[in-house]
């Protein structure tokens, strides 16, 4: 089992700034990707941001250019640094990682966070 613990959620003001922090432990596997997902009530859960398995990142359209995902692997920590927010961010951010054997990526897997709110006044 893995558990990942979310942090840094909050209300900011739109083109305010927010740092989104999530560490992991359990058993965490020797190749694994981790990344960003968040939730509008009524709609479907979207990744926003993820390393892919070689290292590389990912983004949503939406959140390019203003949305930077990093990590501290010897902490097992990820981050989501949020730049010029906008109210349509308004979310629940949910912290994503996938466990997966070597010979198989598609063989995933799965956890979540319990998710941190994110609100955004317009």
């Known amino acids: 089992q893995v558990q990942l613990v979310e942090s840094g959620g909050g209300l900011v003001q739109a083109g305010g700034t927010l740092r989104l922090s999530c560490t992991a432990s359990?058993?965490?596997?020797?190749?694994?990707?981790m990344g960003w997902a968040r939730q509008i009530p009524g709609k479907q859960r979207e990744m926003v941001a993820a390393f892919t398995t070689s290292g590389t990142t990912n983004y949503a359209d939406s959140v390019k250019g203003r949305f930077t995902i990093s990590r501290d692997n010897a902490k097992n920590t990820v981050y989501l640094q949020m730049n010029s927010l906008k109210f349509e961010d308004t979310a629940v951010y949910y912290c994503?990682?996938?466990?997966?054997?070597?010979?198989?990526?598609?063989?995933?897997?799965?956890?979540w966070g319990q998710g941190t709110q994110v609100t955004v006044s317009s």
């Open positions: 994503n990682l996938r466990n997966m054997p070597h010979w198989d990526y598609s063989a995933y897997d799965e956890y």
């Open positions: 359990g058993s965490i596997g020797s190749v694994t990707t």
